[in-house]
């Protein structure tokens, strides 16, 4: 009668501890699948909020937190703003403004970050999308941009980069596309903006 009985008992603890397991693993999945970063940007023409998507693209937004923590973006500026009347020697026009840390804090900025491409993110360059300024792939560091109108022409094939890689999309605007709008359209040399938008600190939310 002892070996039923302790097969019996094996039976009953691994359901117990299978039953025990599992629940663990889901929540997981949930939790990182819904993880978000909210942070304001405060200028000096309003605030911009900022919802970063660290599910999807976890190496940008990890890169550009840390510009947002170690205190970088105070004294920051948006200095570049494209328009449909400034890019005369672009067959592929955008609409975009562009900003980055303190250009006396560069050095406190970490080394070029691997492109995380629109195609494997899912994100696109939507109106109100933020995303990385670069030059090659793989190259981004602290500037970044925020669209205006839906730019196709950002994503991954598409051609407003001659190597077709398109930039890395991290979040999007959820308050303040009027302050975004506002500093496209403000005075300008070229796509220089004259004078800057100062940004004037950039926290998280909550």
């Known amino acids: 009668m002892r070996a039923p009985l302790l097969s019996a008992c094996c039976v009953l603890l691994l359901l117990a501890s299978s039953s025990l397991a599992a629940p663990k693993e889901a929540p997981a999945r949930a939790s990182s699948e819904a993880r978000t970063v909210t942070v304001i940007l405060q200028t000096d023409v309003g605030e911009i909020e900022l919802v970063l998507d660290a599910a999807r693209a976890p190496l940008t937004v990890k890169n550009f937190l840390h510009s947002v923590d170690a205190g970088l973006f105070t004294g920051g500026v948006f200095h570049r703003t494209v328009t449909p009347g400034n890019q005369p020697d672009k067959a592929v026009k955008i609409e975009v403004i562009q900003g980055g840390i ?43 941009f925020i669209c205006v109108g839906d730019q196709p022409a950002l994503d991954f094939g598409g051609q407003r980069n001659p190597d077709g890689q398109g930039f890395a999309a991290f979040g999007r605007v959820v308050r303040g596309m009027d302050v975004v709008r506002a500093i496209q359209q403000a005075p300008a040399e070229g796509q220089r903006l004259t004078p800057p938008i100062q940004i004037l600190r950039a926290t998280r939310k909550g």
């Not at 560069?106 to 300024?133: C, F, N, W, Y």
């Open 102 to 144: 303190a250009p006396g804090k560069t050095a406190a900025q970490l080394a070029p970050i691997a492109l995380e491409r629109t195609k494997d993110t899912g994100l696109k360059h939507l109106d109100g999308t933020v995303s990385m300024a670069r030059d090659t792939p793989d190259s981004a560091r602290s500037d970044f």
